[in-house]
């Protein structure tokens, strides 16, 4: 089963956050088969972060709400939050698979939070600059609760359009890179 899971950053943890990377990797590193997308979000100045994105296929739920509270920045208080939701991988790959490869361009991640009937469960016209995109479920994956995007796109404006922000209750984009050792 896939998850999305998306820890917030607390104000002020930027500190505790350098200092927990090494112990923030190795623990991502024993889910390295598993994942399928993850990286930082950073705050409008493109540098300071504000979260942190893991898509990764897990056996069910407890082992998804495990890895999400587990994590060492949770645990360590770095994070106000956590987005934990079944989603569906409809582009079948993982990011390090994305035609358009880690650097150039700007990156983002689109959080549609759904209200109502389903929007969006069709893929793009627009595939090629998709890294992940996929229905957020609930836990028993019959309900739809919104869509996460992560996507090459030259401005946020551009990342925003690929939902049809109407469908939705909010519409969150963040500037997103990709994740994990370099």
Request: hydrophobic share 40%; with cysteine.
């Amino acid at each position: 089963m896939e998850y999305f899971c998306y820890h917030r950053d607390r104000p002020g943890s930027v500190t505790a956050r350098e200092e927990l990377l090494e112990e923030h990797w190795s623990y991502m590193d024993r889910y390295a088969k598993e994942l399928i997308a993850r990286g930082p979000t950073f705050a409008e100045d493109g540098e300071t972060p504000t979260g942190s994105v893991h898509i990764v296929d897990l056996p069910g739920p407890a082992a998804a709400r495990a890895f999400a509270f587990d994590e060492p920045n949770h645990q360590a208080g770095v994070y106000r939050d956590v987005l934990l939701r079944r989603w569906r991988n409809l582009l079948g790959r993982t990011m390090w698979d994305f035609p358009g490869g880690r650097t150039g361009g700007n990156r983002y991640l689109v959080l549609g939070l759904g209200a109502g009937p389903a929007a969006d469960l069709a893929l793009p016209a627009d595939r090629d600059e998709l890294v992940a995109y996929g229905p957020l479920l609930s836990d028993d994956g019959a309900t739809w609760l919104g869509t996460a995007v992560l996507l090459r796109a030259p401005d946020a404006e551009s990342a925003r359009a690929v939902l049809t922000e109407d469908r939705y209750a909010a519409l969150e984009v963040h500037d997103w890179e990709f994740g994990g050792r370099r």
